[in-house]
């Protein structure tokens, strides 16, 4: 197998001093991190400083991109940058070691579970679908005033 964009060996880390790698890693390599939440706009960039530490590589890390997501309430595709770190003690496997797993859990615990496309989105509606962003469909007017009838109570504190 050819090593992976992110693996190094134990050997070729200077001994006493940490050695700082760059990489433009394919968006490719983690793309499964974002299964079912959106796709990578462009390479992932990751910075990482190595130190070597008997059969371990200490490793900090730091990831920054750009994703696109789907907004949460209206579904519509969101381009955003993201920033992620981390610190990892990667262990070595016949002298080498990979940093790409703990990568993808870095990039995995950085996806917002909440994003809007905008502050006020208003999002879809939750009978017919349609983007209230775009227009008012008049289910949420016909339920609302249906229901305030029975349901409206005086709790207003304000
Ligand atoms: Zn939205
Ligand atoms: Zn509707």
Known sequence: MPPGPLEFGVRDLPADEPMLV???VPAAVFSGCLEGEGAFAA???VELELRACGEEIL????VSGEWTLECTRCLAPLRCA???RFDAALQAID????ASEDVRQALILAIPS?????QDCKGLCPQCR???NEKDCGCASAVLSGRFK???RGNHHA
């Open 82 to 84: 993201f920033q992620a």
């Open 114 to 118: 909440l994003r809007y496309c905008r």
């Open 43 to 45: 390479p992932v960039d």
């Open 22 to 24: 760059r990489r433009s």
């Open 95 to 98: 002298g080498r070691a990979d």
């Open 59 to 62: 490793c900090r890390g730091r």
């Open 150 to 152: 029975t349901t409206k």
């Open 130 to 132: 349609t983007n209230l």
